[in-house]
């Protein structure tokens, strides 16, 4: 990852006394939030991601001159790091629910069906290599004992009794069958892993063991009774519970698996997710050409959403017919149905009317988050749940992580991990009332916001380590902001990608 694209050299947002160059403010400008989520010729985010303010002023002013322009009419912008603009101020605003809110509605619809499912008891037995990043559906009870028999835990010979000690020709290798009890006197040369011939008393290591010229052993330091032996059943007992149902599948969790004698696990179902892929102006190949964009989001959800834990069933590119739209809802048998586009108001934005006449309820219509807040979460009638994304590619990444991931987490009987959080390198203007999602870079320990993140960009994104949430009113460098892990950053994608 680069740092390239970060506003590295200038001075922090909250610390540039103006913003030079521009024109002074005229008071026919609006600051309006409750438009496209970009703040106008008063100070907006541009599309770098970085809040501009009107020309010339510095915070206070830029307050001063909305409370001026803007009376009873829009939302001040307040000084990094004050508190959000209460309702009570008069301010408009598009309203929606709050971030954290939207989060836990979500997180609340997957477990609704969760809880549905265990009554029906719906769990599927998959072989190890396809149970990364689901979650066990029962415990992992041991099929064995481990070790399932007494082992050496080191290369060297097997001895019985006091040294020093004849040296039998077999030696036993880790695989071979059982070995042939020792005598007292008696040492054998043995492998890690292999099994621990009868009456043996400890394990000499090899290391620690000497051949005198009739070939006797000799130890070189005392060995304790025992020394160098793994008994059996040290680690677990045939039976006993290793790990709780609901245990996420990690790597080491197939090893213990396959170690306790598994081939299978019953875990959770991965949740079924189809997308629909919803514009006219969208195209699937080649450079962007005639008023026509390519599609920036059939190649990034599907992996994304795997990553998630979702199995991608089908990628459906609708453009913008509406009747396609809704045979698509109501013939789809996925969990999770997610459409890109037509959340807005616009002519041919059909997600809304859609929803309705398909008779669903919307849990979460737009959320107060820049970008991305026409976002919505929607019930099916028949139980079956619609994330409907922004269209512009930033603002469709801030509904993935709002409204998507804890569904599909709490579908999959995961649970949130605790939120964590690095102090700011920059301060990072908040919006008045909603939260922000901005992508940052992780370098020693601190959070570097990231230009090119205006809500129709990827290019911050895609060098992103983490998305910083900023709360309204906005942090100070050196603030701590909370951060909505990227999967990938942590895991690599080879692992991630299941
Ligand atoms: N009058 C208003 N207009 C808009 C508002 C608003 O509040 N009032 N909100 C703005 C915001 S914020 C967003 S975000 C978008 C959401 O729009 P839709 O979800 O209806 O999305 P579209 O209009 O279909 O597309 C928006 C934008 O994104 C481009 N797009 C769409 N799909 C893709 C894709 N798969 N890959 C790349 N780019 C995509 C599309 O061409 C548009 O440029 O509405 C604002 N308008
Ligand atoms: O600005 Mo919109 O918030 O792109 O979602």
């Known amino acids: 990852m680069t740092t390239s694209g970060n506003s590295a050299g200038r001075p922090p947002v909250n610390d540039r006394p103006s913003v030079d160059g521009r024109p002074p403010v005229d008071g026919g400008a609006l600051g309006e939030f409750d438009g496209p989520g970009e703040f106008n010729d008063l100070g907006e985010f541009n599309d770098l ?122 030696g036993v290798l880790a695989g071979d069958a059982e070995p042939a009890p020792l005598a007292d006197g008696e040492a054998t040369s043995i492998a890690t892993g292999a099994r621990i011939p009868r ?87 080649g450079r962007p050409r005639d008023g026509l964009i390519r599609d920036a989001l ?20 609708l453009g913008d017919d509406a009747g396609a739209l809704l045979r698509a809802i109501t013939g789809s048998d996925a969990d999770l149905i997610v459409t890109t586009g037509g959340t807005a108001a616009g002519p041919v934005d059909h997600v809304h009317p859609i929803l309705h006449k398909a008779g669903a309820e919307l849990l979460v219509d737009g959320v107060q988050v820049r970008p991305g807040h026409p976002m919505l979460l929607a019930r099916l009638q028949d139980g079956r749940h619609l994330v409907g994304l922004p269209g512009n590619p930033l603002a469709a990444v801030s509904g993935l992580l709002t409204l998507a991931q804890p569904l599909l987490r709490a579908l999959g009987g995961n649970s949130a991990p605790d939120p964590y959080a690095l102090p700011l390198a920059e301060g990072v203007q908040g919006h008045p009332h909603d939260t922000r999602l901005v992508p940052v870079v992780l370098r020693a320990d601190r959070a570097r916001p990231l230009h090119y993140a205006g809500p129709a960009m990827l290019r911050g994104m895609a060098a992103a380590d983490a998305l910083a949430v900023i709360p309204p009113g906005g942090l100070r460098a050196g603030e701590e902001s909370e951060l909505l892990d990227l999967p990938w950053t942590l895991a690599g994608t080879g692992v991630c990608f299941t």
Do not use: K
């Open 298 to 317: 059939g190649p990034m959800l599907p992996p994304w959403l795997r990553v998630l834990g979702a199995e991608v069933t089908a990628v459906r590119r």
């Open 199 to 285: 009456d043996t008393t400890a394990v000499l290591r090899t290391e620690h063991g000497r051949l005198d010229a009739a070939g006797r052993l000799h130890a070189r330091r005392d060995t304790g009774h025992g020394q160098d032996i793994r008994t059996r059943g040290q680690e677990c007992r045939s039976g006993d519970q290793l790990l709780p149902e609901g245990t996420p599948v990690t790597p080491p969790v197939l090893g213990l698996a396959a170690a306790a004698g598994y081939d299978t696990l019953a875990v959770s179902p991965r949740p079924r997710v189809e997308i629909l892929v919803l514009g006219d102006e969208l195209l699937t190949e």
């Open 49 to 170: 991601g970085e809040f501009d303010g009107p020309a010339g002023l510095d915070d206070r002013d830029v307050q001063e001159a909305l409370s001026l322009v803007n009376e009873g009419r829009t939302a001040a912008v307040p000084a990094p790091g004050s508190p959000p603009a209460s309702p009570e101020t008069g301010h408009r605003h598009h309203g929606g629910t709050p971030w954290q809110r939207a989060r836990a509605l979500a997180d609340r619809a997957g477990r609704s069906v969760r809880a549905a499912r265990r009554n029906s008891r719906a769990t599927v037995r998959v072989p190890l290599e396809d149970a990364l990043g689901l979650v066990l559906a029962s415990p992992l009870t041991a099929l064995t004992d481990l070790p399932p028999f007494d082992t050496s835990a080191m290369d060297g010979w097997a001895v019985a009794g006091p040294g020093p000690w004849r040296v039998r020709d077999d």
